[in-house]
């Protein structure tokens, strides 16, 4: 009642190529070599796969549910392979990271090229997940260290806030309100706002934070991330509230950002599994991230001064 690594070996292979001729060249095998041991697996398992339509094969959606855990198989005989491979010619190793997409604009990228120019050896592999996606990297070890806005508690892993990131308020150069170095909630609600999904986390820590204090703003334009945000400030087409790393950014030339009242935060955190200690290199990168957010914490205080006259 089991596969075997050749079985699920081929069974991907037929469903990226969606035919048992694709199947074949990828694997470097005969057609009817793949035809036997594709149905030997269904046999073994007592499951239909694919059913055969007009010459052509179709996944069934028991083989769709399969594929899914197949491809985290995969990806972890991929790990095995790459460790491999590092030890044979005696590399450094491979450091695998997660990142929410907006931290993987700016901040991550420059911590990855600092990171590079002192430990050149070492493989670097990012990926960019949403929230359920980044937590699940982490925990089946696709990613060592992955870095999100949020961190949502959970018994198997360990967070670390590196970065408090504030919320700040972006609006036109030209805006009347430029001129203010503190601006208050309650007339951030009267402006024009470009908002963000109630089921992102950024949407739901702003509709908090005006619900705290009474409001209700309605979005006039509604986006998903926060650097979409900006370019629609940039170009004039309302105010929006932000994040300071988003705010860092070397974009946005007609923006100007400043401090709101009452304070309100989206904290930048590192999680790793508890049951996998951190490696030296993710331990040595969590140092240039930390340097890289210092860093930008200047930008963001130079880019809050007011604008007067």
């Known amino acids: 009642m089991q596969m075997n690594l050749r079985q699920i070996e081929v069974f991907r292979a037929v469903m990226l190529s969606n035919s048992i001729v694709g199947a074949a060249n990828m694997l470097h095998v005969s057609q009817p070599a793949i035809s036997r041991l594709l149905a030997h697996t269904e046999r073994r398992l007592g499951l239909q796969l694919f059913e055969r339509i007009k010459g052509r094969l179709h996944p069934t959606p028991d083989a769709q549910k399969l594929f899914t855990q197949v491809q985290v198989v995969y990806e972890g005989v991929q790990l095995v392979n790459e460790m491999a491979e590092d030890l044979v010619e005696n590399r450094e190793g491979t450091l695998r990271l997660a990142g929410a997409p907006s931290l993987c604009h700016e901040m991550v990228p420059k911590a990855i090229a600092a990171f590079c120019r002192s430990y050149p050896d070492v493989r670097i592999v990012l990926q960019t997940l949403s929230p359920p996606k980044l937590l699940d990297a982490v925990l089946t070890q696709q990613a060592e260290l992955g870095l999100a806005f949020f961190s949502e508690p959970h018994s198997a892993v360990n967070s670390s806030v590196i970065y408090p990131n504030h919320i700040v308020l972006a609006l036109p150069q030209t805006h009347p309100l430029a001129a203010e170095k503190l601006v208050d909630l309650s007339a951030i609600a009267d402006l024009p706002l470009i908002g963000f999904r109630s089921d992102i986390p950024i949407g739901q820590l702003i509709r908090r934070s005006f619900m705290a204090e009474g409001l209700a703003p309605r979005a006039k334009i509604e986006v998903q991330q926060l ?45 790793h599994a508890n049951f996998a200690p951190l490696s030296r290199m993710a331990k040595l990168f969590l140092a240039s991230l930390k340097q890289v957010t210092s860093e930008m914490n200047s930008e963001v205080k130079r880019s809050m001064k007011p604008s007067r006259g």
């Open 227 to 271: 650097h979409v945000a900006c370019a629609l400030v940039q170009e004039g087409a309302g105010a929006a509230l932000v994040d300071e790393i988003t705010a860092a950014g070397t974009l946005w030339s007609n923006v100007a950002f400043r401090q709101i009242k009452p304070t309100v935060t989206a904290p930048v955190s590192a999680i």
